[in-house]
């Protein structure tokens, strides 16, 4: 079955510290794969996205992403934390030949001043 | 500011009445999905329309019903509403990029309070 795990449903980080979300995704065909961030109230904003190519994907707000095919894998991570990155963050998996997103339960990210 | 358009923001009704959310897509994108959010489903995806038609279905009730119109802005149609259709309602838009990928760009929501 096709799926997406989130293993973390909150981490704490303090400001200035890296982070690393994790994401976990079954599969049966070449994934595409993406992070969106959403903030309280807020929409989802897409973060980055893997296609193919370079298995290391740079997004915005410095957020990078590994595509680990072993591991079935696609972890979120960042250098250095900032205040504002606290939200909650969305692994989702998607395939060619269809458009729809199979999400994950979501990681809240709450950060320490 | 993704493009996507959702109305209204936020939408208070009773159990049993019939409302009406509208999305308009980016310029361009064809592709439209309903998504629910709710704190003890996740993210559902509902269904998508593409170009009019209806392309794909997901976890959307037979209270729900969906449609795009010509000018490509869509209506998720809720019916006879129960407390649980209480969520976050997202509708995104996409068009297919080179290479048969593609990547979806979500609205602000709209969400739905039924007392």
């Known amino acids: 079955a096709q799926s997406v795990t989130q293993p973390d449903i909150h981490i704490t980080v303090s400001e200035g510290a890296s982070l690393e979300l994790r994401c976990n995704y079954s599969y049966g065909a070449t994934p595409y794969l993406f992070w969106y961030v959403q903030s309280p109230g807020q929409g989802l904003q897409l973060l980055l996205k893997?296609?193919?190519?370079?298995?290391l994907v740079q997004g915005i707000k410095g957020f990078e992403a590994e595509f680990k095919r072993s591991q079935s894998s696609f972890n979120l991570r960042k250098p250095s934390v900032h205040w504002s990155d606290a939200a909650e963050y969305f692994c989702?998996?998607?395939?060619?030949?269809?458009?729809?997103?199979?999400f994950g339960t979501g990681t809240r990210l709450k950060v320490l001043a | 500011d993704s493009g996507v358009t959702q109305t209204p923001k936020h939408l208070i009704t009773a159990t049993g009445q019939r409302v009406t959310l509208r999305c308009s897509p980016r310029?361009?994108?064809?592709?439209v999905y309903w998504y629910q959010q709710s704190l003890d489903q996740g993210l559902q995806f509902l269904i998508q329309?593409?170009?009019?038609?209806?392309?794909a279905k997901g976890n959307i009730l037979e209270r729900f019903s969906a449609q795009q119109f010509p000018d490509l802005h869509s209506e998720l149609n809720l019916s006879s509403l129960e407390l649980g259709d209480s969520a976050l309602y997202f509708c995104a838009s996409s068009t297919p990029i080179a290479g048969g990928s593609y990547e979806q760009y979500f609205g602000p929501g709209t969400r739905l309070t039924v007392t």
């Open positions: 329309y593409y170009n009019g038609e209806e392309r």
């Open positions: 989702a998996v998607g395939g060619s030949g269809t458009y729809k997103y199979i």
């Open positions: 893997y296609f193919s190519g370079d298995t």
């Open positions: 310029s361009g994108d064809l592709s």
